[in-house]
């Protein structure tokens, strides 16, 4: 697994790096081991709230091509608050076969005795480009993700350049719109919005993989 440091250089590089926009979000339609078109482009709005495109139409429920009125919406959202790219999954309530993986990936920490751990959590974390399994102890205290929620990567344009981060994509208590959450180095590695965490370290290790850089 790679460390801290690790993480956050790819963070910062990612910031500044000059991202085609158009082949990521066509590349991510595709999403392997959940199929096609299960990833998302979503246009964020003040306060971080995000729309799709069919919500903009007027649609919500109807499938948009990323056709040229799709790519014209997200162009024009760039220059306000941005969009978001939803690149990841991490899933607790997925059933996938060992074999299926491209690497299995065990995790332990701390100092706790073989029979203080009960409940062994499995996560499947899933790109267009890579399956894993992630596997860890309920005792360790690290927070995976929801199945409501998906991670990937804010990004607009300031002062006539890219800017983009990592976060989390989440439903509100109303389970009626999505909020983009970003990750930060600043919390503990149990949190589940921290770079520190080993879940999302993978997450960031296998969503750079997947970007499509100019």
Excluded: W
């Amino acid at each position: 697994m790679i460390s801290d440091n690790d993480v956050c250089r790819i963070a910062k590089k990612l910031e500044n790096s000059d991202i085609d926009i158009k082949k990521t979000i066509e590349k991510a339609s595709t999403a392997g081991y959940l199929g096609e078109k299960h990833f998302y482009c979503t246009v964020i709005e003040e306060g971080g709230l995000t729309h799709t495109v069919p919500e903009i139409l007027g649609d919500r429920y109807k499938t948009q091509p990323l056709d040229n009125l799709y790519f014209d919406i997200i162009s024009k959202a760039l220059d306000h608050d941005g969009i978001y790219i939803s690149l990841a999954y991490c899933s607790s309530n997925i059933i996938i076969p060992d074999e299926n993986c491209d690497e299995i990936v065990e995790y332990d920490d701390y100092d706790l005795e073989e029979d203080e751990y009960e409940y062994l959590m499995e996560y499947g974390l899933i790109t267009s480009d890579s399956l894993k399994k992630f596997k860890i102890y309920a005792e360790e205290g690290i927070s995976g993700h929801q199945p409501t929620e998906d991670v990937g990567i804010i990004t607009n344009i300031i002062d006539g350049e890219y800017k983009a981060y990592f976060a989390l994509r989440s439903t509100d208590r109303c389970m009626s719109s999505f909020m983009i959450l970003p990750f930060s180095a600043e919390y503990p590695k149990e949190h589940p919005l921290s770079f520190k965490n080993p879940i999302n370290k993978l997450l960031v290790e296998m969503i750079n993989d997947t970007i499509v850089f100019k």
